[in-house]
């Protein structure tokens, strides 16, 4: 469960002590893979609550769904289609979703540990 966080709490320190502007052409490609990347962090937090955590599936995964959800941001660009909102809605559903798993077994752990 620590890896997910680290990675997290180093990216926020890195982006606020070394910011950068991102080009308005590139917003959409850097919010998918930004959203897929978040994805892959809470799926990661899950995985670690339920025991099954493996980081050779969360690193491939994180960077796996960035790169896959920009370039189809990018394909559905240069086609005149705005594939990258499907990104977003599939993207923004697992990221709830995961985080409602992971309330859950927080709340677990906590009803179990003052019993």
Not at 43 to 72: H, K, P, Q, Y
Request: hydrophobic share 55%.
């Amino acid at each position: 469960m620590i890896l997910p966080l680290i990675g997290l709490a180093l990216g926020i320190l890195l982006g606020l002590f070394f910011p950068f502007n991102v080009p308005v052409v590139y917003s959409a490609y850097l919010s998918v893979a930004i959203l897929a990347a978040l994805d892959s962090v809470f799926g990661g937090i899950r995985a670690s609550l339920e025991n099954s955590f493996e980081s050779d599936i969360f690193i491939t995964g994180f960077f796996g769904n960035a790169i896959l959800a920009a370039s189809l941001a990018y394909m559905g660009d240069r086609l005149g289609v705005p594939i990258y909102l499907a990104a977003v809605v599939v993207f923004g559903t697992r990221l709830f979703q995961n985080f409602a798993v992971i309330r859950r077994h927080l709340f677990n752990i906590r009803r179990e540990s003052t019993k």
